[in-house]
């Protein structure tokens, strides 16, 4: 990732969003050649120079300070996430990429095993390094696949089986797009990650697209609702845990409310796969 294209372009982005009215401001006299905030308006909203507003936008500064990026931020009405992304690249801090070692430690195994809703262990590029049962009943049977293929954005956006579990597929392709934004400005680095960001951007169209617009999110929290061929729609809530020593990977569970037509699907769901797994370890112990 080209870190000051980055940075122009998610500026200019959001820039788009503002208008002068939006900070108290008398809009500026002439034609508006693109939407939204000028250089010179945001650069007088968050009291810079406009030569060093520009600077900054053409990603010139070797290291604004902390307090002049905030400004930038706050003129532009930034999320908590996008003001981490902005800092992210217009003071970039040199850090590694994550380790590409697919090990999962024994306890969080155990802990995933014994999970009795839908559960995996994923990095922070979408990576699936462990699953339950009821995970691959949900979206698909990762043990299947090849482990280079064993990636959430990768299947969302070029497997048709895995999108058509998605009823609300935009969101959850956004979310996917959102959360690489902010793992590219996090480690610019990542081998690995400009190749998947790469792959994607060419084989997929609405990946481009929606990379183009430049979302930023972090998601710990949220839903998604599921279209599953044997027990139809419903709705699941997911919370993301990470441990400080393993802050680049995150276990997900995915949960129905109590007592909700989702929670009778869930345990369904649970039912079939569970019926699924022993005749599978029966047809295994006939086949000895």
Known sequence: MDRRSELGDFLRSRRARRQPEDLGLTPLGGRRRVPGLR???????????????VRLEQGRLRNPSAEIVDAVASALGLDTAERRYL????????????????????????????TTVPAA???????VLAWNPLAAALIVDFGELPPEERNMPR??????????????????????????????????????????????TMRSPDFARLWATHPVREKIRGGHRYRHPIVGEFYLRYEA?????????????QVA?????????????????????SVDRMNAQLSR
């Open 155 to 200: 299947l969302v956006f070029l497997d048709e089986e895995v999108a058509s579990r998605f009823v609300e597929w935009e969101c959850k392709a956004r979310d996917l797009v959102s959360q690489l934004r902010m793992e590219s400005s996090r480690t610019p680095n990542d081998e690995s990650l400009a190749t998947l960001i790469g792959e994607l």
């Open 121 to 127: 262990i994923y990095t922070k590029r979408g990576d």
């Open 257 to 277: 409310d109590p007592g909700s037509p989702d929670e009778e699907a869930l345990r369904l769901l649970a039912s079939w796969t569970a019926q699924a797994g």
């Open 87 to 114: 800092h992210n690249l217009a003071r970039p801090q040199r850090r590694s990429a994550p380790a590409g070692s697919s090990a999962v430690r024994t306890t969080l195994q155990t802990l995933l095993d014994n």
């Open 39 to 53: 250089r010179e308006e945001l650069a007088q909203a968050a009291a810079l120079s406009v030569d060093y507003y």
């Open 241 to 253: 845990f990470s441990t400080p020593d393993a802050p680049d990977v995150s276990f997900v569970a």
